[in-house]
């Protein structure tokens, strides 16, 4: 099975500002990694993902992903935040199966 | 088009009390996911099927069981109700063909008192 760390358990960072939401994770064999998002009482949305090709991935909302094979890292970055970025950040990885892993979490908190 | 569609929202259960947790989806998706999510605990799968008929347990599977008569739906039932499955349980679904995203239903709140 394959997991999933997020190194951050809650981010609070000024509006305008820079952030990067880490994770890591541990596998043998090639996997597709994704970033969701929930807000408050709602579902999970997808971010961005990396299935292959460029390491470098774009998603909605500004924020983008860097793959690093070597670190097994996966961290999510946005240049400058907004209030409405406020919302619960999940990693997750699959490995050509059926399953999805999701690390615990990362709470953004833009304080104005 | 309503995506994943998750009913009760709410509910409150006593110990030892029964109810099925209703997911459907209008996709056509073949896969389709149950997972609890609790907090600082991130998301749990406690069943999946990859199909109509065909089901297998995930990391959290006791005390939970699952069906899939059809491909649209995907009951998750709890015969006995705990508090420790007091949580909030979320279905998915995503297209089989490739390994794509995942879509989520808006969730359920279960307390069990």
């Known amino acids: 099975a394959q997991s999933v760390t997020q190194l951050d358990s809650q981010v609070p960072v000024f509006e305008e500002a820079p952030v990067e939401l880490r994770c890591n994770y541990s596998s043998s064999v090639s996997v597709y990694l994704f970033w969701y998002v929930q807000y408050p009482n709602q579902g999970l949305q997808l971010l961005l993902k990396?299935?292959?090709?460029?390491?470098l991935v774009k998603g909605i909302n500004g924020f983008e992903a860097e793959f690093n094979k070597s670190q097994t890292s996966f961290h999510l970055r946005k240049p400058s935040v907004h209030i409405s970025d406020t919302a619960e950040y999940f990693c997750a990885v699959s490995d050509w199966g059926n399953q999805f892993y999701f690390g615990t979490g990362t709470s953004l908190t833009v304080i104005p | 088009n309503a995506g994943v569609t998750q009913t009760p929202k709410f509910r409150i259960l006593k110990i030892g009390q029964s109810m099925t947790l209703q997911c459907t989806q209008d996709m056509n998706h073949n896969y389709m996911y149950w997972y609890r999510q609790d907090p600082g605990m991130g998301l749990k799968l406690i069943y999946y099927?990859?199909?109509?008929?065909?089901?297998d347990k995930g990391e959290v599977p006791n005390g939970y069981n699952v069906s899939r008569s059809t491909t649209e739906d995907f009951p998750l039932r709890l015969e006995l109700a705990a508090p420790s499955q007091t949580s909030v349980y979320f279905c998915a679904s995503r297209n089989g063909r490739t390994n794509e995203k995942l879509f989520f239903g808006s969730g359920t709140q279960l307390s069990v008192l």
């Open positions: 099927s990859v199909g109509a008929g065909i089901t």
């Open positions: 990396y299935l292959s090709g460029s390491t």
